[in-house]
């Protein structure tokens, strides 16, 4: 809501300076978003009269004006324009004087003639051009010396405010006037307009009819007969450009400056385009098009209000003007319409039709509904004043009932201490709400009655006034206490210590968090349809910004890749990163919102140690990193085993699935070739997907502690020959079927290939660990329990025993 | 024969002065020290000199004795001591080579800065809910006293998803979903992200808040300012400062946004003599909305606004770390970028 200094003073005196005037607003709720201070550079320009216009002696497009100052004597000025007399009451600018475009204006002689300055065109002084060639003719009333600036109110400072939807009274300079009273004291002056009405009345020229009174309670109109449609007066376009409204037309500009100035929305039509002089406010009935005067067409439903003239729709209500009976340039009678539109009305219709305009912004937010008529009178009276045209006698003003009920509210001054935690008295209760224009009827010390003012439709109940008594009061005045919290509760919750050890685990691990938007492209959910357990269809937004945004992320990977190729641009040699996020699916019309983690890993390992070479990122990292987190949240068992079809984005040879106590928990693994290749990625990028909710759920809710060994462990190895694709595990589970009880734990140390093993052969070294509780194993004893259990495992599998 | 020894003594200390390695002080010692030393013969001959000179000449030949020996101790030991520091030099390493990279991840920014604002609620008495990012609109907008024609839902663009389902625009539907489920006392907090369908540069479409709220018999306004101000302290440090402007939400009331003196001029509005861009020269920066609970809000969960009130407080996770950090561009937040990720 932008509005200027000068128009404020024209209802309120500004006691405070401007920066303290700003600091009030923002502290009563109304946030001061920009503060301009306009002072043209022109402010030399003054008014003068032309007493005589003469033909330049030596130039045919010039002209000799004599004109009269404010003091001295007449001065001449050599003009190129023609359209002025004597009597025109002209701008000049003195010798001395600047204009806009760096334009220095100095005595001059222009073809053998003196010239004292220069008279102005609008363009010159950058003011809203008048569309005529030729100098600026101000109106008679300017006076000969003012300063224009000051003449047209061109110096001024625009105060930009932001208003929270609550507080549509303040979308008006009035409003804004009505606050500033209240907060600093000063007297409010609304002046009323001094209206000459002619005959013919009203009536005779329209009749209007109110059919949808729950959607429009009031209607009232005027009629103007005899207007000139012409460019609005100077102050008021100066004034309209300063807060950045482009001017129209005296009409138009009239209903827009009053709206801007009492808050209530304006509408005028062409009164000879309005069928039969009838006007019917009412809902539109039947589907139907109608356009509005931007000339779209617009489909309108049956409950829709409209303005309806003898034929049809001439307005959306409230929202915007027909095309048919807006105002042009041969309009001389003009109907005007003030109104009170019910705000949930407006919206509907506003919001199903995709319109926002000054007038339904305001409706929306509720204006005044006894203002309706006071705006009508300002505007009418404006527009005779600068469009000429008479008032036809009289108001037609339909309203249902007795006009606006307000509310008398109750409020108790035991309930506005408890809610602020104040110890606020009935009259320093009372004080700020009179202030703000509400009565305060009844009085007494436990409760007052109290009857907001008209125009705060926000204002329904007694919590509503609290808040007003601690804004005016001042919410810096409320001591601050700090509560004694006795609630109980889950603290951080069980999910935060295993998740927030898990992450820190990864990043141990050299992974570095990376945080993506949840919205990614169909195409990336197809990709990469996330862990199994996320059943379902993908959830589509119904107004995604793009389409790389259509769809919620089934998976974190897609996300990772992004992240991935935004460090391979800047050259990063490894790209490490982890991700713990929402994943989403709809399953009908239930939707699963699930909590996964996601991993990459790409490029090489930088050089340790200088010296030492890079290091290519493998599998062994991203099974270390997430096995190391898994035995950070004692998690057993866990089992890696060959990839099923459980990923098809990856590698059907390098990548895993991996369990927890028998249950599908994630997968792990180079991204296919195929899919690499379609990012345009070489070498193994390698990834991981684990579902969250069930890593935390497996994870052992405490640490039990084992006690410490007696005895020590002896070591046996064993290396065994088996076929090339024979894999680690399948040894290990056989060893731990035929292991007896003494054997503590089994580990892979070595792999080797080549000779003197054959081709197609590997070997595979195990380390096995003998103890017993009780006593110290002899090397006799383990001998002959490591070499029965190597004849076993050789009984068991086809395998053999290296020696 | 005291003439004698002090000239010895002169002698002795030359000698030593002119060793220069060990050998060079058995010389001396066997010189003077040995069996057939001048000084042991010098000793020798005190038992030949009268009994009343004996003692006090002894005396002198022994202190000297005692004397070169020390000194040849001393110096085979500091000999020795440079040799031992002269043999680990020569092992020296180069210090100023750089040291193993270990490897090591980094935190995120957001969640650096979500993970405090959560330790200080729970430091407080508060304890953590989530609720689903794919909410009704009951519990984004209604129960919340945003009824569907209300324009404060202007102040929301919302993503939909279905025509009861959308993106939940604050995380204020946690507030709805743990009153339905709990008797007050609650104290609460949801931390999490929220959408909004914001095209602009300076908004992203998904962001985070750290919502909160007390309920109980008797919490005031007074008590939402208290509690804000430990939070604002914890966070940004005791000396910022706070300022409590009213606002609009339709679900407080009384409303307050909440600045912060700027982390950047400290109010001053200026910094290095030109007007300071963070706070836009105000000396403010908004940071948090809060307010009273909305009875209604009371009444849609089923608790009674007569016996109950209680306050509830919003902060952009994405703001606080900006403010925090100095990031200047919140698209820094979501493109992990790794030359920015390392700085946390
Ligand atoms: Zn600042």
Redesign the pocket.
């Given at each position: 809501m932008k509005l200027t200094l000068n128009w404020l003073r024209e209802f309120v005196e500004l006691v405070l300076p401007i920066d303290e005037l700003c600091e009030a607003l923002v502290m009563a709720g109304l946030e001061v978003e920009a503060v301009a201070v306009h002072r043209p550079i022109w402010g030399a320009v003054e008014v003068v009269e032309i007493v005589n216009v003469a033909a330049h002696p030596n130039a045919d497009r010039l002209r000799l004006c004599e004109v009269r100052r404010a003091q001295g004597p007449l001065v001449r000025v050599v003009c190129g324009a023609s359209n002025m007399q004597a009597g025109d009451k002209v701008a000049l600018a003195p010798p001395g004087s600047d204009l806009p475009g760096d334009r220095r204006i100095e005595r001059a002689t222009i073809r053998g003639q003196i010239s004292e300055g220069m008279l102005c065109a609008a363009r010159e002084l950058a003011l809203p051009d008048d569309a005529t060639d030729g100098i600026l003719i101000l109106p008679p009333d300017a006076s000969i010396g003012r300063r224009l600036v000051d003449y047209l109110g061109a110096e001024d400072t625009v105060i930009d405010l932001a208003v929270t939807p609550n507080r549509g009274d303040c979308l008006s300079v009035l409003g804004i006037a009505r606050e500033i009273a209240a907060l600093t004291g000063a007297k409010l002056q609304v002046p009323a307009p001094a209206l000459r009405e002619d005959d013919p009345p009203t009536t005779s020229a329209v009749r209007v009819a109110v059919e949808a009174p729950d959607l429009c309670p009031r209607y009232a109109v005027r009629v103007l007969h005899g207007v000139c449609v012409a460019p609005s007066p100077l102050w008021m376009r100066t004034r309209l450009a300063l807060i950045g409204l482009h001017p129209i037309s005296n009409v138009v500009d009239v209903t827009n400056y009053v709206m801007l100035e009492r808050g209530q929305p304006l509408h005028a039509f062409d009164l000879a385009h309005v069928a039969n002089g009838r006007i019917s406010a009412r809902r539109a009935g039947t589907r139907q098009s109608f356009v509005t005067l931007d000339g779209v067409e617009r489909e309108l439903i049956p409950d829709d209000l409209v303005i309806t003239d003898g034929r049809g729709p001439v307005a959306l209500a409230g929202i915007m003007g027909g095309a048919d009976s807006e105002i042009r340039a041969d309009t001389t009678d003009v109907l005007l319409e003030s109104a009170y539109f019910t705000p949930a009305g407006i919206r509907r219709t506003a919001r199903r039709l995709g319109i926002t305009s000054d007038s339904s912004y305001r409706f929306e937010r509720g204006i005044d509904p006894v203002a309706t008529v006071a705006a009508l009178d300002r505007a009418a009276g404006l527009i005779a004043g600068t469009a000429s045209g008479t008032i036809a006698r009289g108001v037609i003003d339909k309203q249902v009932g007795r006009g606006a009920r307000l509310p008398t509210i109750r409020v108790r001054v035991a309930r506005v201490n408890a809610l602020l935690g104040t110890t606020l008295t009935a009259a320093e209760i009372e004080r700020p709400l009179r202030a703000l224009g509400a009565t305060v009827a009844g009085h007494a010390r436990a409760a007052l009655r109290v009857v907001p003012p008209s125009y705060r439709s926000d204002l329904q109940s007694e919590v509503d006034l609290i808040e007003e008594v601690a804004r005016l009061s001042g919410y810096e005045t409320i001591p601050a206490t700090t509560p004694a919290i006795v609630a109980g509760g889950p603290g951080f919750g069980p999910h935060r210590d295993p998740e927030e050890r898990f992450r820190q685990t990864l990043r141990t691990c050299g992974l570095t968090e990376m945080i993506a938007l949840a919205m990614i492209g169909a195409e990336e959910n197809r990709m990469f349809p996330g862990l199994p357990d996320l059943s379902g269809k993908p959830v589509a937004l119904r107004n995604a910004p793009s389409s790389d945004a259509a769809e919620l992320r089934r998976s974190l990977v897609p996300g990772l890749l992004q992240a991935l190729d935004v460090n391979r641009r800047q050259g990063e040699p490894l790209v490490a990163g982890y991700a713990i996020g929402r994943v989403y699916a709809c399953d009908g019309e239930r939707y699963h919102e699930g909590k996964a983690l996601g991993i990459v890993l790409a490029g090489a390992w930088p050089s340790a140690v200088i010296g030492e070479p890079p290091r290519p990122a493998s599998f062994a990292d991203l099974k270390g990193g997430l096995a190391l987190a898994f035995d950070r949240l004692a998690l057993a068992p866990v089992m890696w085993e060959s990839l099923q079809n459980e990923a098809p984005y990856l590698h059907p040879g390098k990548a895993a699935r991996i369990t927890i106590g028998g249950v599908l928990c994630g997968v792990a693994g180079a991204l296919h070739p195929d899919v690499s290749a379609a990012r345009g990625l070489d070498g193994d990028t390698w990834v991981a997907e684990l579902d969250m909710i069930r890593v935390v759920q497996y994870c052992p809710r405490r640490i039990v502690f084992r006690p410490l060994p007696r005895f020590p462990a002896v070591l046996r190895d064993v290396a065994i020959v088996v076929d090339s694709g024979f894999q680690a595990q399948q040894i290990l589970d056989a060893i731990s079927e035929v292991a007896p009880p003494l054997v503590e734990e089994v580990r892979v140390f070595d792999q080797y290939a080549g000779a003197p093993i054959p081709e197609g052969k590997k070997s595979i070294a195990y380390s096995i660990s003998y103890r017993a509780s009780d006593r110290t194993l002899t090397d006799e004893e383990v001998n002959t329990l490591h070499q029965e259990l190597v004849a076993h495992l050789t009984e068991r599998l086809p395998v053999e025993v290296r020696r | 024969m005291k003439a004698t020894l002090d000239a010895l003594g002169a002698e002795i200390e030359n000698a030593l002065d002119g060793c220069r390695s060990d050998e060079d002080l058995e010389r001396v010692r066997i010189a003077y020290l040995g069996r057939k030393g001048r000084l042991t013969e010098v000793m020798r001959g005190v038992g030949a000199l009268a009994p009343e000179e004996r003692p006090a000449v002894g005396e002198l030949a022994n202190a000297l004795k005692r004397r070169v020996d020390e000194c040849i101790t001393a110096l085979r030991e500091r000999w020795k001591a440079e040799r031992r520091q002269h043999e680990l030099e020569r092992e020296r390493l180069d210090v100023t080579l750089p040291g193993r990279v270990w490897p090591y991840g980094h935190v995120h920014p957001l969640t650096a800065a979500l993970d405090e604002a959560v330790a200080i609620f729970v430091s407080l008495g508060f304890s953590v809910y989530e609720g689903p990012h794919i909410e009704d609109e009951y519990h984004n907008f209604e129960a919340l006293n945003i009824p569907s024609d209300h324009p404060a839902r202007d102040m929301h663009d919302t993503f939909f998803v279905d025509h009861t389902h959308i993106l939940r625009t604050h995380t204020s539907p946690v507030q709805i979903r743990v009153m339905e489920n709990q008797e007050p006392p609650i104290a609460a907090i949801a931390p999490g992200a929220v959408f909004r369908h914001d095209d602009d540069v300076t908004h992203s479409p998904m962001f985070h808040q750290v919502e909160g709220f007390l309920v109980d018999r008797a919490v005031t306004f007074g008590d939402l300012k208290g509690v804000l101000s430990l939070f604002v302290q914890r966070m940004f440090g005791d000396d910022t400062r706070l300022r409590f402007r009213p606002s609009f939400f339709p679900f407080t009331e009384p409303s307050a946004e909440i600045d912060i003196s700027?982390v950047?001029?400290g109010g001053a509005?200026a910094?290095n003599g030109g007007t300071?861009r963070?706070?836009k020269?105000t000396?403010w920066l908004e940071i948090l909305g809060a307010g009273m609970i909305h009875p209604a809000v009371f009444r849609a969960v089923g608790y009674d606004p007569e016996v109950v009130t209680g306050f509830a407080f919003g902060v952009g996770i994405e703001r606080v770390a900006m403010l925090k950090y100095g990031i200047t561009d919140i698209r820094l937040l979501f493109q992990n970028d790794l030359r920015f990720l390392r700085q946390f």
């Open positions: - | 700027c950047i001029c509005r910094v300071c963070v706070c020269a000396g």
